[in-house]
């Protein structure tokens, strides 16, 4: 049986995703009281007034990874200066395997033990894991009152600093 994570976690952690009622795509998105658009883009019918779904997961895969380097170089007092993440997505078909490609730039006094174990911690991001291993989805419908909005527990935070205690 698979490890889930509480009702309260996911709750305290949800991201709100509405309609704008403005084209046939559009969405706002909250995020702990930041507010963003999402939408196709004009060539699929949307407006292109902001990222794709597909966008926004190589985001969040660049970020965490991102993150995550930080996180650790800090931790050992290394010499990281700068990360930057680039990040694609590809499938050829919609039953076909999803490819993320992460190139990853450092720049700082790193000797050559320290980039590959940057490497390595990469991979250990709770994102790229999270990709890696697939995810179970449950979907239920709720009246409308139940909708909510709320502060987030800082889950990301805990598999990050997890990750980094691992290496």
Same mark, same amino acid.
Request: aromatic share 4%; net charge negative; charged share 25%.
């Given at each position: 049986?698979?490890e ?5 976690? #996911? ?5 709100? !995703? ?14 702990? $009281? =930041? ?13 292109? +007034? ?13 970020? @965490?990874?991102?993150? &995550? ?13 700068? !990360?930057?993440?680039?990040?694609? /997505?590809? %499938?050829? +078909? #919609?039953?076909? %395997?999803?490819?993320?490609? %992460?190139?990853? &730039?450092? &720049? $700082? =006094? ?5 980039? !590959? ?7 250990? @991001?709770? !994102? /790229?894991? *999270?990709?890696?291993? $697939? =995810?179970?989805?449950? *979907? ?12 987030? &527990?800082?889950? /990301?935070? %805990?598999h990050? +600093?997890?990750? @980094?205690?691992?290496?």
């Open positions: 049986m698979p889930t994570t509480s009702t309260a976690d #996911l709750d305290l952690d949800a991201i709100q !995703v509405r309609e704008t009622g403005v084209g046939l795509f559009q969405v706002e998105i909250q995020a702990r $009281g =930041a507010r963003f658009l999402a939408d196709e883009p004009v060539g699929f019918g949307g407006m292109g +007034s902001g990222p794709d779904p597909y966008d926004l997961l190589a985001a969040a895969l660049g970020a @965490c990874t991102t993150m &995550t380097l930080r996180l650790y170089a800090r931790r050992k007092a290394w010499p990281l200066e700068e !990360v930057s993440v680039r990040v694609s /997505h590809a %499938r050829d +078909s #919609l039953t076909a %395997r999803d490819a993320f490609n %992460r190139e990853i &730039t450092v &720049t $700082g =006094a790193l000797d050559e033990a320290q980039r !590959v174990r940057l490497g390595e911690i990469a991979d250990r @991001c709770p !994102v /790229h894991q *999270t990709l890696a291993r $697939g =995810a179970d989805v449950v *979907t239920r419908f709720v009246a409308p009152a139940a909708l909510g909005e709320n502060g987030g &527990t800082g889950l /990301h935070m %805990r990050m +600093s997890e990750a @980094c205690e691992q290496g």
